[in-house]
């Protein structure tokens, strides 16, 4: 089954102690991205990757790192949490030259 | 100003109804359009594309106006199934990027 996975689906942190976010397609897709869905602020874009090793900052990157290593897997890095980072994230992916965008299930993060 | 604007609502109908909804962008470059539809704590999926010509999916039409820059999504005889949160998408021609609006919210009532 084609699909998008993340991995915690739900975690709850102190802040300071780093995180990572996993993300895995099985679609062979180019495309990747990282997004944050805050009520009143819609999906905003935190990160992408054009394909392996070529990753950019989306609209709000401060806080976040992310890696694309292999072209299925596209982690999201918290380094230091702060509860300001506490949101729904969600992991897309697609494929070059198709708008269309799979997302996974979300991860919800509470960061106290 | 946000770059993607929708009504939040809630748009609250009943079965049956016949109900609109519309998107405002500010990007006049902007290439493709999406409507997606989430239902909650779940994930965004793509409801349809909006193509210049206006599009219908079964009981879903979507149009664009290039000209004043909004979209709108038509969903006639609504269902209970179709409550959900509606997400303008605008894709600025810089690949895969999407911008998303913050969603309009659709409850439809027995």
């Known amino acids: 089954e084609a699909q998008v996975t993340q991995n915690p689906r739900y975690l709850i942190t102190v802040t300071g102690k780093k995180l990572t976010v996993t993300c895995s397609q099985n679609?062979?897709?180019?495309?990747m991205s990282w997004y944050r869905q805050d009520p009143g602020l819609g999906l905003r874009q935190i990160y992408y990757s054009m394909n392996v090793e070529v990753t950019d900052k989306g609209d709000v990157p401060e806080g976040y790192k992310v890696s694309r290593k292999e072209k299925r897997n596209f982690p999201l890095i918290l380094e230091s949490p702060s509860p300001n980072q506490t949101s729904l994230y969600f992991c897309a992916s697609s494929s070059a030259g198709e708008e269309t965008q799979y997302f996974g299930p979300g991860t919800r993060l509470l960061v106290l | 100003r946000k770059e993607v604007e929708q009504d939040p609502g809630p748009f609250n109908v009943p079965e049956g109804a016949t109900v609109a909804f519309n998107c405002t962008y500010s990007n006049s470059a902007s290439q493709s359009f999406f409507w997606y539809r989430q239902d909650c704590r779940k994930e965004p999926k793509l409801l349809m594309s909006v193509y210049s010509s206006g599009n219908e999916d079964g009981r879903f039409t979507a149009q664009l106006n290039r000209a004043s820059q909004y979209i709108s999504l038509l969903i006639r005889d609504s269902k209970l199934s179709d409550s959900a949160t509606y997400l303008c998408v605008v894709n600025n021609n810089a690949g895969n990027m999407l911008t998303f609006g913050g969603g309009t919210r659709l409850m439809v009532k027995p």
């Open positions: 679609m062979n897709h180019e495309y």
